[in-house]
């Protein structure tokens, strides 16, 4: 089955520094990897996906995703931080079940804290 | 474009009560749909999915269970609800975007089961 890790329960970083969430998977096959963001009390936000093609994806908000095949890594990165930023993250893959259809496997989150 | 709609937004219930969380989706039909569950503002845990009316399939066997009435309606539901059914549920719909497909989320529903 395949499986996300999200190692970190939270990151902090300083406003203006560049910011790393990190995520590792474990698939068979392709992976077909996702961030989403958080914010409180809200539903999921769609930031990036990697499907095929260049390993560095470029999402919303000025997020952007490395892949990087050898390490099974996919982390999400920004080279500036904002405040408002700060949010809970969380990692995905795309399984298939029983029935043949998508479903998405989340990792855990990682809380994001961006200090002013 | 396509939009979810969770009802309600917040709820508190006693230990043995029933439970029916709503969510329905507009601007798409046929959709796959998908309940999760958020527990202490954490990591969601996939609890059913649809892939058409009155199909259901359960990730993980518990004391809720859903069901499909109609196409773009998905109801989540517990005869008698439990400390430990407490959580943040989210709604969320699979998009299909040319070749590939997103998942969208709803606003969710907060439960407190007191």
């Known amino acids: 089955a395949q499986s996300v890790a999200q190692p970190e329960d939270q990151v902090n970083v300083a406003e203006g520094n560049p910011l790393t969430v990190k995520c590792t998977y474990s698939v068979s096959g392709n992976p077909y990897l996702f961030w989403y963001v958080q914010y409180p009390n809200r539903g999921l936000q769609f930031l990036l996906k990697y499907i095929t093609g260049d390993n560095l994806v470029k999402g919303s908000y000025g997020f952007e995703a490395e892949f990087n095949k050898s390490q099974t890594s996919f982390h999400l990165k920004k080279p500036s931080a904002l405040v408002s930023d700060s949010a809970l993250y969380f990692c995905?893959?795309?399984?298939?079940?029983?029935?043949?259809?998508?479903?998405?496997?989340f990792g855990t989150g990682t809380r994001l804290k961006v200090l002013a | 474009s396509q939009t979810i709609h969770q009802w309600p937004a917040t709820l508190v219930q006693p230990v043995g009560s029933p439970l029916s969380l709503e969510c329905t989706v507009e601007g798409t039909s046929n959709p796959n749909l998908y309940w999760y569950r958020q527990a202490a503002g954490r990591g969601l845990q996939l609890l059913f999915y649809?892939?058409?009316?009155?199909?259901i399939s359960s990730e993980v066997p518990q004391n809720l269970s859903a069901s499909r009435p109609q196409d773009r309606q998905f109801i989540l539901s517990s005869k008698k609800l439990l400390l430990s059914d407490s959580g943040f549920y989210l709604c969320?719909?699979?998009?299909?975007?040319?070749?590939?497909?997103?998942?969208?989320f709803g606003p969710g529903t907060r439960l407190t089961v007191l």
């Open positions: 969320a719909l699979l998009v299909a975007m040319g070749v590939y497909n997103e998942q969208f």
């Open positions: 649809s892939v058409g009316i009155g199909q």
């Open positions: 995905a893959v795309r399984d298939i079940g029983v029935s043949g259809t998508y479903k998405y496997i």
